[in-house]
């Protein structure tokens, strides 16, 4: 991948930021490390640059650039301290404030937190009603409050609150570069944990190639990972209307899409398959011919899955409901399906290839619709193309070795992958052979926000369905 990293004087941070945007260029995540450095991430293509400065100070803001800025102010200010002249304050992702702040190397009190108050909407009227959501669910999901003002049904403003379950990954990567945190990397999101292995194997990888078969198996592990998400989506869009049939043959499909997971990694999530220097161990040849052979079966199971979604029922509740407009995506800085589903054709497997992408045929599948039926249209179009990745990869693959030891050097590292959320960073800095800082910007964290465009103008039973559509991750917000 294509990356400059430049390092430039505090008062020139908020031209250069400009220009690039300008320029097309997008955000990608912003951090701090310790001692005062902020490192900016912007991608265009393939193409990625770090705009990096020394606080002076205050830091420099740059949300009147581009509006999704905030969201990472307000994470350094929380987290690490960083404070900005015109910070809009508030806490994003730790609903706990003590003595210092997280991400400090010393000097936090954990004994000294205490809890936040769920902040009120802004909305307010004798005729607004708010509904608090959450954080405790009646269900399996994981704890997230969710603040609706309403106007009778109709919902005029929603703000998420997340941050209830932080479990502090960024500082327990703070390790030597010799230990293997592949299995801690798996748990920042337990549905994502490919994606996510990928992401950090390839910066611990920075100095050596890994084998070809390594590549193509890693491949075909995305993209089983990118199936069942997927076909977990469109089955819920389903469920979640009371369309019964087509919601138990969408969970069959998912169950036997979980059961070949078991088969080819000896777990059903895919765990503890990709590692730094490839993956753990090969999958025989009898096993990826039984995978071929089972793709073909997938493909017409998908399409009667589909033939069977092709109701005017259905429609009546997906088509208008939950619309993210392509202007709130890129303001927000959406990736994945859900951007996709915006008229945003972006996608890091074709724009910046890893792993066999490059080698692969890949279409980005696109809508201008913007709603919950664009957003479960653009899914169904992936789960095809994952089938004919899986497939293509099948046939391409020769024997080979499997794994190489590792090597990263000293300096900084960056990773960009898709995963089935969309576009997924890792960064980390390496002082001395140790992992000085490390930072994962997860799509959901963006993509929480299209929810509070989404979501207003809708009735409140409406709200399960768009939030399904937008399928995000409680886990891999709550670092």
Same mark, same amino acid.
């Given at each position: 991948?294509?990356?400059?990293?430049?390092?430039?004087?505090?008062?020139?941070?908020?031209?250069?930021?400009?220009?690039? +945007?300008?320029?097309?260029?997008?955000?990608?995540?912003?951090?701090?490390?310790?001692?005062?450095?902020?490192?900016?991430?912007?991608?265009?293509?393939?193409?990625?640059?770090?705009?990096?400065?020394?606080?002076?100070?205050?830091?420099?803001?740059?949300?009147?650039?581009?509006?999704?800025?905030?969201?990472?102010?307000?994470?350094?200010?929380? %987290?690490?301290?960083?404070?900005?002249?015109?910070?809009?304050?508030?806490?994003?992702?730790?609903?706990?404030?003590?003595?210092?702040?997280?991400?400090?190397?010393?000097?936090?009190?954990?004994?000294?937190?205490?809890?936040?108050?769920?902040?009120?909407?802004?909305?307010?009227?004798?005729?607004?009603?708010?509904?608090?959501?959450?954080?405790?669910?009646?269900?399996?999901?994981?704890?997230?409050?969710?603040?609706?003002?309403?106007?009778?049904?109709?919902?005029?403003?929603?703000?998420?609150?997340?941050?209830?379950?932080?479990?502090?990954?960024?500082?327990?990567?703070?390790?030597?570069?010799?230990?293997?945190?592949?299995?801690?990397?798996?748990?920042?999101?337990?549905?994502?944990?490919?994606?996510?292995?990928?992401?950090?194997?390839? %910066?611990?990888?920075?100095?050596?190639?890994?084998?070809?078969?390594?590549?193509?198996?890693?491949?075909?592990?995305?993209?089983?990972?990118?199936?069942?998400?997927?076909?977990?989506?469109?089955?819920?869009?389903?469920?979640?209307?009371?369309?019964?049939?087509? *919601?138990?043959?969408?969970?069959?499909?998912?169950?036997?899409?979980?059961?070949?997971?078991?088969?080819?990694?000896?777990?059903?999530?895919?765990?503890?398959?990709?590692?730094?220097?490839?993956?753990?161990?090969?999958?025989?040849?009898?096993?990826?011919?039984?995978?071929?052979?089972? %793709?073909?079966?997938?493909?017409?199971?998908?399409?009667?899955?589909? *033939?069977?979604?092709?109701?005017?029922?259905?429609?009546?509740?997906?088509?208008?409901? !939950? #619309?993210?407009?392509?202007?709130?995506?890129?303001?927000?800085?959406?990736?994945?399906?859900?951007?996709?589903?915006?008229?945003?054709?972006?996608?890091?497997?074709?724009?910046?290839?890893?792993?066999?992408?490059?080698?692969?045929?890949?279409?980005?599948?696109?809508?201008?619709?913007?709603?919950?039926?664009?957003?479960?249209? +653009?899914?169904?179009?992936?789960?095809?193309? *994952?089938?004919?990745?899986?497939?293509?990869?099948?046939?391409?693959?020769?024997?080979?070795?499997?794994?190489?030891?590792?090597?990263?050097?000293?300096?900084?590292?960056?990773?960009?992958?898709?995963?089935?959320?969309?576009?997924?960073?890792?960064?980390?800095?390496?002082?001395?052979?140790?992992?000085?800082?490390?930072?994962?910007?997860?799509? *959901?964290?963006?993509?929480?926000?299209?929810?509070?465009?989404?979501?207003?103008?809708?009735?409140?039973?409406?709200?399960?369905? #768009?939030?399904?559509?937008?399928?995000?991750?409680?886990? !891999?917000?709550?670092?």
């Amino acid at each position: 991948m294509m990356m400059e990293r430049m390092f430039v004087p505090s008062d020139r941070v908020h031209d250069v930021v400009s220009e690039y +945007v300008n320029d097309g260029y997008g955000i990608m995540t912003m951090f701090a490390e310790e001692g005062g450095t902020v490192n900016t991430l912007m991608r265009r293509f393939d193409s990625v640059v770090v705009i990096c400065y020394d606080i002076e100070g205050h830091a420099v803001p740059l949300s009147d650039i581009t509006w999704n800025a905030s969201l990472y102010e307000r994470l350094m200010s929380e %987290m690490s301290g960083v404070t900005f002249s015109d910070s809009n304050g508030g806490t994003i992702v730790y609903r706990r404030k003590g003595n210092g702040h997280p991400l400090q190397k010393e000097g936090y009190d954990r004994s000294t937190e205490v809890r936040i108050p769920i902040p009120k909407n802004r909305t307010v009227g004798d005729d607004i009603f708010e509904i608090p959501v959450g954080p405790v669910h009646a269900g399996i999901i994981e704890p997230g409050h969710f603040r609706f003002s309403v106007a009778g049904e109709t919902v005029i403003e929603l703000n998420p609150t997340l941050g209830f379950v932080h479990r502090g990954i960024e500082r327990l990567m703070e390790t030597s570069v010799d230990v293997d945190n592949s299995r801690l990397v798996e748990r920042i999101s337990g549905d994502t944990c490919v994606a996510n292995c990928i992401a950090y194997s390839e %910066m611990m990888e920075s100095d050596v190639d890994i084998p070809m078969r390594a590549k193509y198996i890693r491949t075909i592990l995305a993209e089983m990972e990118r199936l069942y998400n997927h076909i977990g989506v469109v089955t819920g869009m389903c469920t979640d209307t009371a369309f019964n049939v087509p *919601s138990y043959a969408g969970g069959s499909i998912q169950e036997k899409v979980l059961r070949m997971n078991f088969g080819l990694t000896r777990h059903r999530m895919l765990m503890n398959a990709v590692v730094p220097g490839g993956v753990r161990r090969d999958i025989p040849d009898s096993k990826l011919k039984e995978l071929d052979d089972f %793709m073909m079966i997938l493909k017409f199971e998908i399409e009667e899955l589909e *033939s069977m979604m092709d109701n005017p029922y259905l429609a009546d509740r997906l088509e208008t409901t !939950g #619309i993210l407009s392509e202007k709130d995506a890129r303001n927000i800085g959406a990736s994945g399906p859900i951007a996709r589903a915006s008229g945003i054709a972006s996608d890091v497997r074709k724009e910046r290839p890893y792993e066999m992408y490059g080698e692969l045929g890949l279409r980005i599948n696109t809508s201008m619709k913007g709603d919950v039926q664009a957003r479960t249209e +653009v899914r169904l179009e992936e789960i095809s193309d *994952s089938i004919s990745i899986i497939h293509q990869c099948i046939q391409s693959m020769k024997p080979g070795e499997t794994r190489v030891r590792p090597k990263v050097s000293d300096g900084f590292h960056c990773s960009v992958v898709e995963a089935p959320r969309g576009e997924l960073v890792h960064c980390m800095t390496v002082r001395d052979g140790k992992i000085w800082r490390y930072n994962v910007r997860d799509p *959901s964290f963006i993509n929480w926000f299209g929810m509070c465009h989404a979501v207003p103008g809708n009735v409140v039973p409406d709200f399960p369905l #768009i939030n399904k559509s937008f399928g995000l991750s409680y886990s !891999g917000n709550d670092l």
